[in-house]
Structure formats: structure tokens, C-alpha cells
T-cell receptor, first 108, second 115 residues
Framework: RKEVEQDPGPFNVPEGATVAFNCTYS??????FFWYRQDCRKEPKLLMS???SGNEDGRFTAQLNRASQYISLLIRDSKLSDSATYLC?????????FGQGTELSVKP | GAVVSQHPSWVICKSGTSVKIECRSL??????MFWYRQFPKQSLMLMAT?????????EQGVEKDKFLINHASLTLSTLTVTSAHPEDSSFYIC???????????FGPGTRLTVL
């Protein structure tokens, strides 16, 4: 079992749709949590950090549930430019541990 | 601007040759750099932690004699893939951690194709 698991993709949605990504992590010693975005053949870029209190950045909302070791990302009013692979990432012992990513394709 | 650079951005080589990839920290000194590998449709996997002035720490399953890491200065780490084979074809990314929040900065990656 992978330490960080994400929904298998791809997700194909129309513009304007709301999309939810789910992620679970298996090691309770995980310390910090993030969502990254990776465009095709590029390096990952930080989208947002994730906190237990939840955090929102424009159309993006992230949530962490430490008890169930679950992380989520919600994208509202999706745009064509949101098409990318979304990576769930945790830090444990100073190391980044990546989920396999969920591909999102937003269609006109 | 970029905080981390990598060179080359892509390389194609014949099987059996060695390839060196450079990772440079542009904005601050980095005593530690990390090397990741990403195969198509898979997640990034940590290969090794590069430590300035000392030996790199390799993750389980990564051959240290095949993936040579040198971190001779506070701004440069190199990864050499020795005797590369087609199965080594991958996207290699380095990262550094820095700043007040210990933010992770990613290099742009090096795409290696071994024929």
C-alpha cells in the first residue's frame, strides 16, 4: 500500500464544474500537508498548504482531517487553465512524500 | 525568478553512457538538496538526500554506485547516472528547502531518455 494515496483519475469535467480530490495518508507521523499542481512535462508547483482548520484561496479550498488521515481539495467554478495533475504531498521526517497524482481535464 | 536551476533540461543518450545532471541553488546556500525521480504516470520518488561536504543519503532500493551524488559546494549538487540503461529514462528533479518557512523549491527537472 502506498503511503499517500489519491483518487485514480482522470477527471474530465466541463468548465464551471466543482471538482473534489481526495487523498489519504497512512503514516500518522506525517507533519505537514500540501497540494501541488503539475503541468505536463514540468516540475510540480505549490498550490496550497493544508491545515486542520481548513484554508481557502479563491476558488480552491483545502481541508485536513488528522483523525482519519484524510486530505481534500475542492476546486469551484473550474477553468480550462485548471487542467493539470494534482499531487497530494505530505512531509514526514523532513522528506516530501508524493501521491501518484490525479489528472484533471477541464473541457469547454 | 527561479530559485533552483537544473542543467541540462533534457538529454538523450545511448545505453551504457554516463550522464551528469546539475542542480544549482540560485538564491541561497543549501546544505541539503534532494533528488527525485518521476516515471511516466507515477508519483515523484525521493532517490537521495545530498549533503554538502559529506556523503549522500540514499533511499531504500536506490543504488548508490549507479547514481553518484556530489555536493561539493553550498550552491551545487550533481547527480551522475552511470552506465545508463533504458529503464533509467525518467524525469529527474532536485529540490532545496529554505526560507523562514522551510519552503521546498523545485528545480525545473531534467528529462533523461536512454536509447
Amino acid at each position: 500500500r502506498k503511503e499517500v494515496e489519491q483518487d485514480p483519475g482522470p477527471f474530465n469535467v466541463p468548465e464551471g464544474a466543482t471538482v473534489a480530490f481526495n487523498c489519504t495518508y497512512s503514516n500518522s507521523a506525517s507533519q505537514s500537508f500540501f497540494w501541488y499542481r503539475q503541468d505536463c512535462r514540468k516540475e510540480p508547483k505549490l498550490l496550497m498548504s493544508v491545515y486542520s482548520s481548513g484554508n481557502e484561496d479563491g476558488r480552491f479550498t483545502a481541508q485536513l482531517n488528522r483523525a482519519s488521515q484524510y486530505i481534500s481539495l475542492l476546486i469551484r467554478d473550474s477553468k480550462l487553465s485548471d487542467s493539470a495533475t494534482y499531487l497530494c504531498v505530505v512531509i514526514r521526517g523532513g522528506k516530501l512524500i508524493f501521491g501518484q497524482g490525479t489528472e484533471l481535464s477541464v473541457k469547454p | 525568478g527561479a530559485v533552483v536551476s537544473q542543467h541540462p533540461s533534457w538529454v538523450i543518450c545511448k545505453s551504457g553512457t554516463s550522464v551528469k545532471i546539475e542542480c544549482r541553488s540560485l538564491d541561497f546556500q543549501a546544505t541539503t538538496m534532494f533528488w527525485y525521480r518521476q516515471f511516466p504516470k507515477q508519483s515523484l520518488m525521493l532517490m537521495a538526500t545530498s549533503n554538502e561536504g559529506s556523503k549522500a543519503t540514499y533511499e531504500q532500493g536506490v543504488e548508490k554506485d549507479k547514481f553518484l551524488i556530489n555536493h561539493a559546494s553550498l550552491t551545487l549538487s550533481t547527480l551522475t547516472v552511470t552506465s545508463a540503461h533504458p529503464e533509467d529514462s525518467s524525469f529527474y528533479i532536485c529540490t532545496i528547502a529554505g526560507g523562514p518557512a522551510d519552503t521546498q523549491y523545485f528545480g525545473p527537472g531534467t528529462r533523461l531518455t536512454v536509447l
